[in-house]
């Protein structure tokens, strides 16, 4: 199921109006909601994704996008399939390393769209896009959770033997 269906779905059982027109994420959580990480509204364009193997994971504490060696392009369901479990990646409190393994660039068939460094030690992510919130750039997620599992196996999978 896409994201944007799956989203609109749970948002209707649960009785909440899902309005994004006015922001440049998917949606704002509720205080106290722990749902899954936000993805910038262009993610919608995304056509395929680089899976970057970040090379430099100290550069990534200050930098102004992802540096890293492409590991392998997922396009059409592999690309929908890894954005589904990036937006299921469930909230966590944030630790302090940031030093991140493994990021995405996502683009559409003409723009690369944004940009998405993982620490998987940390529990946290850096997200580059035009138009994100400064407060947005910055998200953390539960790096034990089955989503984030599932994702770092698939990054894995880039590897070579």
């Known amino acids: 199921m896409e994201y944007n269906t799956f989203l609109a779905k749970a948002a209707e059982r649960a009785g909440v109006s899902l309005d994004v027109a006015e922001t440049s994420l998917v949606r704002e959580p509720a205080i106290g909601e722990s749902g899954g990480m936000l993805l910038p509204l262009t993610h919608r364009k995304t056509e395929f994704i680089e899976v970057v193997r970040i090379t430099d994971p100290v550069r990534h504490l200050s930098s102004e996008d992802l540096a890293g060696d ?74 034990e959770s089955p989503a984030a599992l599932e994702l770092l196996h698939r990054f894995r999978s880039c590897l070579p033997d």
């Open 70 to 143: 492409t590991a392998a392009i997922w396009e059409g369901d592999l690309a929908q399939q890894a954005l589904c479990l990036i937006a299921d990646l469930p909230g966590s409190e944030p630790y302090r390393c940031f030093l991140p393994g493994w990021g995405i660039r996502a683009h559409s068939s003409t723009d690369q769209l944004f940009e998405i460094a993982f620490c998987f030690r940390c529990h946290g992510a850096r997200i580059w896009g035009p138009g994100l919130p400064v407060d947005r750039q910055g998200q953390t997620f539960d790096a």
